[in-house]
T-cell receptor, first 116, second 115 residues
Framework: NAGVMQNPRHLVRRRGQEARLRCSPM?????VYWYRQLPEEGLKFMVY????????ESGMPKERFSAEFPKEGPSILRIQQVVRGDSAAYFC??????????????FGPGTRLTVT | AQSVAQPEDQVNVAEGNPLTVKCTYS??????LFWYVQYPNRGLQFLLK??????LVKGSYGFEAEFNKSQTSFHLKKPSALVSDSALYFC?????????????FGAGTRLAVHP
């Protein structure tokens, strides 16, 4: 059973470009969470999605950032017009459906975004 | 608002000695608490969780944690540290307000185990 997969593992973008980060949850998991980790800091929640629905996006910046989890395919975190402050590690996590709060979240290896 | 505090940026311990990594929390309602470990340039690995039941929770790699409701603490412990335990440790609480279940993380504690 493969774990949470994220790609790319490393992404370099120039200021003003778009970044697309992909996350495939563990098999059988229908809840996806995105977190951001700035250097030497803890993880900060960004967004929580279920298939075709954004459940909680309270941690996501209002501008330039968007997320989706389509019926088919991976979850996508999209950052438009990137700035240097977007440089961070972005982690995806997943958990099973049902009584989700009882379950731990399983994390992917992360995508390290560098904006030059 | 839910929050987690890890009061120590770094913990140093000699190999073979017991280790403790501290965590305190603030929640309204029942706490759902987790410990994760992060190795360099890797994702987070789940160690253990407290949902309900026994206050002493046993997890992966010989780690355990003690839930103390009166002190609102959930300290991570191991009887005998290994050099390979050196990593970044995160305590987290699940925020279930509004029916959501995002994790609120502490700032992390770097554990250094010396030979």
């Amino acid at each position: 059973n493969a774990g949470v997969m994220q790609n790319p593992r490393h992404l370099v973008r120039r200021r003003g470009q778009e970044a697309r980060l992909r996350c495939s949850p563990m098999k059988g998991h229908s809840h996806v969470y995105w977190y951001r980790q700035l250097p030497e800091e803890g993880l900060k929640f960004m967004v929580y999605l279920q298939k075709e629905n954004i459940i909680d996006e309270s941690g996501m910046p209002k501008e330039r950032f968007s997320a989706e989890f389509p019926k088919e395919g991976p979850s996508i975190l999209r950052i438009q017009q990137v700035v240097r402050g977007d440089s961070a590690a972005y982690f995806c996590a997943s958990s099973p459906a049902g009584t989700a709060f009882l379950y731990e979240q399983y994390f992917g290896p992360g995508t390290r975004l560098t904006v030059t | 608002a839910q929050s987690v505090a890890q009061p120590e940026d770094q913990v140093n311990v000699a190999e073979g000695n017991p280790l403790t990594v501290k965590c305190t929390y603030s929640v309204s309602g029942n706490p759902y608490l987790f410990w994760y470990v992060q190795y360099p340039n890797r994702g987070l690995q789940f160690l253990l969780k407290y949902i309900t039941g026994d206050n002493l929770v046993k997890g992966s790699y010989g780690f355990e944690a003690e839930f103390n409701k009166s002190q609102t603490s959930f300290h991570l412990k191991k009887p005998s540290a290994l050099v390979s335990d050196s990593a970044l440790y995160f305590c987290a609480v699940r925020d279930v307000t509004g029916g959501y279940n995002k994790l609120i993380f502490g700032a992390g504690t770097r554990l250094a185990v010396h030979p």
